[in-house]
Every structure is written in C-alpha cells, then in structure tokens.
C-alpha cells in the first residue's frame, strides 16, 4: 500500500508542475516576452525555461520568485 502512495504522489506532482509550467508560459507569452529575454531577466538557461513549461523539470523556491517578479506578477499566479 505504501508504494501506491508514492506513486500518487509522484502523479500529482507531476500534474503540478505541468500545472505551473504551463502558467509560466501563459503569462510570458501574454505579455510578448521570448524565452530567451525571460532568460537574460532571470539568469535561468533558456533549456531549463523550456523544461519548466513543458512540466520537465522541478523547480526550486527561488527560481518561482525570480520567475514571478520578471513577469511582474505574484508567486501565487504561477501556482494557481
């Protein structure tokens, strides 16, 4: 029973940062800016920006903060 857990916990996770890539990308793409300039704003790698909106990659507390000020919206928009 235990490893079903993990698993589903894993699931949603999964779901989350699909869930959070993807409002990355709304807001960059609805206030026109490229990956490359949310890049050069944030210092985060052009690859690892395409790896959290695909959902790829996870992501850290700071990386949300510096996303989330670079976009001029709050931390909570990413998340919701």
């Known amino acids: 029973m235990p ?3 993990k698993e589903d916990k894993s699931f949603t996770t999964s779901l989350s940062l699909i869930k959070f890539g993807k409002n ?4 960059r793409i ?3 800016v490229s ?12 690859e690892d920006i395409v790896l959290l ?3 790829q990659r996870d992501v ?3 990386e949300m903060s510096i996303i989330a000020i670079a976009l001029g919206i ?3 928009d ?3």
Not at 35 to 46: E, Q, R
Request: net charge negative.
């Open 35 to 46: 990956i490359k300039m949310l890049s050069y704003v944030t210092g985060i790698a052009s």
């Open 24 to 27: 990355i990308q709304h807001h």
């Open 3 to 5: 490893r079903q857990l």
């Open 53 to 55: 909106e695909s959902g």
């Open 74 to 76: 709050a931390v909570q």
């Open 78 to 80: 990413l998340v919701d």
């Open 60 to 62: 850290i507390l700071d």
């Open 30 to 32: 609805t206030q026109g």
